[in-house]
């Protein structure tokens, strides 16, 4: 069974503060991974995905991979209350049709 | 902008009723997805279609049937209700031969009683 994991929260930071979501996969083997936002009674949009170790910045956003710890990140920057929402990890595992697992979620709490 | 629409957002159904859960997108996409959602379990995958008349098992396919007769309709049957099937029903679509990008639709939450 394929796993991807993330701290349920929820995770309280300060308006203007960094918001730091982590998210650990199980399969050696993954290709692509990806952070969707979903607000409250909404449904998930993609945000952000990356595909080689590293950093990725898209304004305030940063997603960060680790393959080798099979670790994925993703750093808000200059946190608002409108960033208030469950962030989703998906994570591909290559295998035959490429098949993306989500994490169950951590709820992010920006306080003014 | 990719649109992916549910045939309801709230449905309230008896225990053996037979339920039909619609999706329809827009934008050409050959895959299409249906998931369920819950309070700490997350998004689980039922089926997927990646062509028409096309349909493979997800992880929980349970209890759940599909149809795909045509590229923008990809149809969730739930053939006889039970009420842990209580949920919410997430239909999703993606381009091409990539699951990368998936555009949801607005989700339907149904009740089973």
């Known amino acids: 069974q394929k796993e991807v994991e993330q701290n349920s929260g929820p995770l309280s930071v300060p308006e203007g503060a960094i918001a730091s979501l982590n998210c650990t996969y199980s399969d050696r083997g993954s290709q692509s991974f990806f952070w969707y936002r979903q607000y409250s009674g909404k449904s998930p949009e993609l945000i952000m995905s990356?595909?080689?170790?590293g950093d990725k910045e898209d304004g305030r956003f940063t997603a960060q991979l680790n393959k080798a710890s099979q670790y994925v990140s993703l750093l808000i920057r200059d946190s608002q209350p409108s960033d208030s929402a469950t962030y989703l990890c998906a994570v591909n595992f290559f295998g035959g049709y490429q098949k993306v697992t989500f994490g169950t979620g951590t709820k992010l709490q920006v306080i003014p | 902008d990719v649109k992916v629409t549910q045939s309801s957002r709230y449905l309230v159904k008896r225990t053996g009723e037979k339920v039909f859960l619609e999706c329809v997108q827009d934008m050409d996409h050959e895959n299409m997805f249906w998931y369920r959602q819950d309070p700490g379990l997350g998004l689980r995958l039922i089926y997927f279609?990646?062509?028409?008349?096309?349909?493979e098992k997800g992880d929980i396919p349970e209890g759940y049937s599909v149809s795909r007769e045509k590229k923008e309709r990809f149809s969730l049957i739930l053939e006889s209700a039970s009420t842990n099937q209580t949920s919410m029903y997430l239909c999703a679509s993606s381009p091409g031969t990539s699951w990368e990008t998936q555009y949801f639709g607005p989700g339907t939450r149904l009740l089973v009683l």
């Open positions: 279609s990646y062509d028409v008349k096309m349909k």
């Open positions: 990356i595909y080689s170790n």
